[in-house]
């Protein structure tokens, strides 16, 4: 049997992801969730980004989102792409979203709250080597954890930052779980890509100590939804109606997007562009400043250039959408 093998780490919010994808898709594949899978990418001549998927030809690839898309091109059965296109974008945006936006608030939580730092050490640390001697772990510890506080200013996780990035934090989870009370998925009975992108980040935040008690008591239904979807290959199901009104709760994540990630992305494109070392903008009245991501960029371009691909009549059922949302200005 052909076999795919996944390297990551369980406290990796896009190994997790990924993991995710090639259990709902039923793909055969063999998890190597211990060691450092860095030097797998690196090895490979890859970036040092995780995860790593070995193709059963012997092909190596990192990045979850572009990994996802060439799965879809490899196997045509259980796609996590709706046939809509129009549904496919608004999956790619929220998949987006939850990959370069919610991930602000697993990094802000793991690594701003005392509980949660001394929590994720012990959960990396042990993955990587769960009988390491404890004179080394205790050095291991504290390596990894000046590394990642030392990076939360680059990636916005800053104490000016906090309360936009907490607040966006409880819309997602309400927002979720009024959805997830009537539909199972994002967009029918059965997952999405934008399904697997809001997981892999809120799926760490489920488990980290701080956000994992908001997550229990204000949004059961997403707590209980990330354990059915993390091993989803039981699910059988349909897309919603691309003809049937968006439902609210879809429409208010999109609106989100249009409130917080997309103002960024804009704002982050102008300062790479004027050469700026910051990234500097208002979001809800607040102020928000970071240093400026190339990649964040890209990923900028790629939705532009997505939306700008659809076919006209996807456009014209979208397109009013958007605008209602205030997203279309950020996407022309």
């Known amino acids: 049997m052909s076999l795919y093998i996944?390297?990551?780490l369980n406290p990796s919010p896009y190994s997790v992801k990924m993991r995710a994808i090639l259990r709902y898709r039923r793909l055969p594949f063999v998890w190597n969730g211990s060691g450092n899978p860095r030097d797998v990418a690196v090895k490979a001549g890859l970036?040092?980004?995780i995860p790593v998927l070995q193709f059963p030809d012997g092909r190596f690839m990192n990045d979850s989102t572009p990994l996802a898309h060439a799965l879809e091109r490899e196997h045509k059965e259980r796609s996590i792409v709706p046939a809509d296109p129009a549904q496919a974008w608004l999956s790619d945006l929220l998949e987006d979203?939850?990959?370069e936006w919610v991930t602000k608030m697993m990094f802000h939580y793991r690594w701003y709250y005392a509980a949660d730092r001394a929590f994720a050490q012990d959960w990396v640390v042990t993955s990587r080597d769960p009988v390491m001697p404890m004179e080394q772990r205790a050095a291991a510890k504290n390596m990894f954890?000046?590394?990642q506080v030392g990076r939360m200013a680059m990636v916005g996780c800053t104490e000016q930052n906090r309360p936009i990035i907490e607040d966006s934090y409880r819309f997602v989870l309400d927002t979720l779980d009024r959805h997830l009370k009537t539909r199972p998925f994002l967009f029918g009975t059965r997952p999405a890509l934008a399904d697997f992108g809001l997981y892999g980040q809120l799926q760490i935040l489920s488990v980290d100590p701080t956000p994992m008690a908001e997550m229990r008591a204000r949004?059961?239904?997403?707590y209980c939804w990330l354990l059915r979807l993390d091993d989803a290959s039981g699910v059988e199901g349909d897309w919603a109606d691309p003809a049937a009104p968006l439902p609210e709760t879809l429409v208010a994540l999109v609106k989100h997007c249009a409130d917080t990630y997309l103002p960024f992305l804009a704002a982050n494109l102008r300062a790479l562009q004027?050469?700026?070392e910051e990234v500097s903008m208002q979001i809800g009245g607040r102020p928000y400043?970071?240093?400026?991501?190339?990649?964040?960029?890209k990923c900028y371009d790629a939705l532009r250039k997505k939306l700008a691909a659809l076919p006209a009549e996807a456009r014209r059922r979208l397109d009013p959408v958007l605008e209602e949302a205030g997203c279309l200005k950020f996407l022309a």
């Open 6 to 8: 996944l390297h990551g």
């Open 47 to 49: 970036p040092p980004v």
């Open 97 to 99: 979203f939850g990959d």
């Open 145 to 147: 954890n000046d590394r």
């Open 219 to 222: 949004a059961i239904d997403v």
């Open 274 to 276: 004027e050469g700026k």
């Open 289 to 297: 400043a970071q240093a400026p991501f190339r990649y964040q960029a």
